[in-house]
């Protein structure tokens, strides 16, 4: 499904993030990147949503080559991709229900289905009862749990994170973590970048640990 | 097609928010394109009237030739006979002093002033349609008939109104070229707008793209909005032209008939009233799309 050969990403002040990183996520699979701060997670996760491209190597998402792919195709492919941002990226001049009506939109969807979608996801992640808030309003660990509505709200193939716990107590990360694990039990890959191991420790999935931009290691919990 | 129709009237529903949303923003937007577009329209009105009232003047050359206060009949017989021997004259009309009295006394609505003159100050006078219309021929035949006796003074009275073909003509350039200048003025108003629209929905417009718009969807609510924009200020324009002709036009009605001359300003035929709002509405479009363009060309919102 997700499948990196060789990449290599170098920014334009030389730096190197990713250094000839091989890996291949299966379909269904739960993956979580793990590793310290600077070694190579999030440019992982950008290079699979098409955010950032390789400088080597290449990025195959759904067997597309994201280097190949033009502005049109790109978009496409990210209607298949929920993305959950470590900013959480949410319009704080909408109102929940339109921040998760958001990919709907762009999908085409009628003004019924996507009612009935976006309460269906705000109904999974607890914030049923906040859809006319402002997002303005909604604590840090709403705030995420509103940035997870927006990316399942599509049914997407595949599950972005990057972080999606980094701002959390314990008590919130392992609902986050859960909520995460139960999509993945149906049927969606999940891809996640955290540097909290112990928030992973109830949750089975296959970790690999990134540093200095290279695999350390690779566990299958 | 469904879908199609959905983002559309998604974009569009979007697009009046936008509009709505800062009303002294866009009224302000709304009234310089309005303005723009009225100075043009106006002078269009108003020189398409002049050109209607010019294209129903006779502009075939007419030379007439008065002759002196003591000609008699018999003499006015005799030139006639002589100009019609000319090899440039036509058709040629007499006209006796008489029935020019008369006819002025009619058309000028100068009866009572006329009245208190003892004797008619009218000459016998000739309307002669010449063969050959160019300035050589007319002017052998102007001094043909001048060195005729008792002929005082010859005309060629269809120079003035070619004149004012030409003038129309010329202003009519004039109009095209100040609408082509504020067209531009318009895409110009229009883009910045949408420039700075941009701006402020940057975050919006990132967010988006990162979840799967395509530039068509980002592009589309912007393009609706200086539609829109163009829409509305065309349909005000074209109001404020519709009242200033009326408004106008009672008066230069009056003042034509006070000549004696049939002049009235009309205001623009429904399809003129199309074009004008569709033309604010493609001009409104141009000026988003080209905004919207540029944005993307310095890879703004894009990541």
Redesign the interface.
């Known amino acids: 499904m997700i499948t990196f050969s060789s990449t290599t990403k170098r920014y334009a002040n030389g730096f190197e993030a990713l250094k000839g990183v091989s890996l291949t996520i299966e379909k269904g699979e739960m993956v979580a990147i793990t590793g310290h701060s600077g070694a190579g997670k999030s440019t992982i996760l950008k290079l699979a949503?098409g955010?950032d491209l390789a400088s080597q190597g290449s990025v195959l998402v759904n067997n597309q080559n994201l280097a190949k792919l033009k502005?049109?195709g790109l978009?496409?492919?990210?209607?298949n991709?929920g993305?959950v941002?470590q900013d959480h990226?949410l319009?704080f001049?909408r109102l929940v229900f339109d921040n998760v009506a958001?990919?709907l939109?762009?999908?085409?969807?009628?003004r019924i289905e996507t009612g009935k979608r976006v309460r269906a996801a705000l109904d999974k992640v607890g914030l049923l009862n906040r859809e006319k808030a402002n997002p303005i309003q909604l604590s840090g660990g709403e705030q995420q749990r509103l940035c997870i509505a927006?990316a399942i709200v599509?049914r997407p193939l595949i599950l972005i994170a990057d972080e999606p716990t980094g701002n959390l107590d314990h008590a919130y990360a392992a609902t986050i973590m859960e909520l995460f694990k139960s999509f993945n039990q149906v049927g969606v890959t999940v891809l996640l970048s955290t540097h909290d191991t112990t928030g992973l420790a109830r949750i089975a999935c296959r970790r690999i640990n990134i540093n200095h931009g290279m695999i350390a290691d690779e566990v299958k919990t | 097609m469904?879908?199609?129709i959905?983002?559309h009237t998604?974009a569009m529903s979007r697009a009046s928010i936008r509009l709505r949303a800062q009303p002294l923003a866009s009224t302000l937007s709304i009234a310089v394109i309005a303005i723009a577009i009225l100075l043009p329209l106006a002078l269009y009105i108003l020189f398409a009237n002049v050109s209607n009232a010019a294209a129903r003047l006779n502009t075939e050359p007419n030379v007439n030739a008065y002759l002196s206060l003591t000609a008699t009949d018999g003499e006015a017989k005799e030139i006639e006979k002589k100009i019609r021997l000319l090899s440039n004259a036509g058709a040629v009309a007499f006209i006796p002093r008489d029935v020019a009295l008369v006819e002025m006394k009619k058309r000028a609505n100068l009866g009572d002033l006329l009245a208190g003159i003892d004797s008619n100050p009218l000459p016998h006078a000739f309307a002669i349609k010449p063969k050959l219309t160019d300035t050589t021929s007319l002017d052998t035949l102007r001094r043909d008939i001048t060195a005729l006796p008792k002929v005082e003074t010859v005309t060629v009275d269809f120079e003035w109104a070619k004149k004012l073909s030409r003038f129309v003509e010329f202003a009519q350039r004039i109009v095209f070229l100040i609408s082509a200048v504020l067209a531009a003025a318009v895409i110009f108003v229009v883009g910045n707008t949408i420039r700075l629209q941009m701006l402020t929905q940057k975050?919006?417009i990132?967010?988006?793209?990162?979840?799967?718009?395509?530039?068509g969807?980002v592009r589309r609510p912007f393009l609706y909005f200086g539609a829109l924009q163009g829409a509305a200020a065309g349909a005000i324009a074209l109001i404020a032209a519709v009242g200033f002709t009326y408004w106008v036009g009672s008066e230069v009605n009056i003042l034509a008939a006070s000549y004696g001359a049939d002049f009235q300003l009309r205001a623009p035929t429904l399809g003129q009233s199309a074009w004008v709002i569709g033309g604010g509405t493609i001009l409104g479009w141009a000026g988003a799309f080209i905004s919207v363009s540029m944005y993307w060309r310095h890879g703004e919102g894009e990541?």
């Open positions: 949503a955010i502005q049109a978009a496409v492919l990210r209607r991709l993305l941002f990226k319009l001049d958001l990919p939109e762009i999908a085409g969807f009628t927006r599509n | 469904r879908a199609w959905t983002t998604q975050e919006e990132i967010v988006a793209r990162l979840i799967g718009a395509t530039r969807f990541r």
